[in-house]
């Protein structure tokens, strides 16, 4: 139970085959890897919450030191930038029912909407997106 428990000090050292890490950083880079097994995959999307210049060379040595051990963690990070057509084909399959997206909560375009709004994404306890509506005043 994340809300009474600290996943750093839970006893499942070495059980899992695959960690999708979706909130980056070093620390969930060290807690992430104790829980797996010889072997598994460890994927990021965030990365660390610093500069592009100074992330790439992080990240190469994550995968490097990695790869290098014998019966370690597989470690690979996804890096995306917005392309249309991409963006066109993820549009198409929403729209054909192939991608659910999961909304948390929405909040309104006010001062004390985007308040609440970047309390709830920093509270770490999101179980989907996370919505500012625009159009709502």
């Given at each position: 139970n994340y809300k009474t428990e600290d996943v750093s000090m839970c006893q499942n050292a070495g059980q899992y085959d695959c960690i999708l890490d979706c909130v980056g950083g070093k620390d969930?880079?060290?807690?992430?890897?104790?829980?797996?097994?010889?072997?598994?995959?460890?994927?990021?999307?965030?990365?660390?919450n610093i500069a592009l210049g100074s992330m790439i060379p992080r990240l190469l040595f994550r995968r490097f030191i990695r790869g290098a051990l014998p019966m370690t963690a597989n470690y690979n990070f996804l890096l995306t930038k917005s392309v249309g057509a991409d963006l066109a084909v993820i549009n198409k399959m929403v729209d054909d029912g192939q991608v659910k997206v999961t909304i948390d909560s929405e909040y309104t375009n006010t001062t004390e909407g985007v308040n609440a709004m970047?309390?709830?994404?920093?509270?770490?306890?999101?179980?989907?997106?996370?919505?500012?509506?625009w159009a709502a005043e």
């Open positions: 969930y880079w060290n807690i992430g890897t104790s829980l797996l097994k010889k072997g598994g995959n460890y994927m990021t999307l965030c990365c660390d970047f309390k709830r994404l920093m509270s770490n306890r999101c179980k989907g997106k996370v919505v500012c509506n």
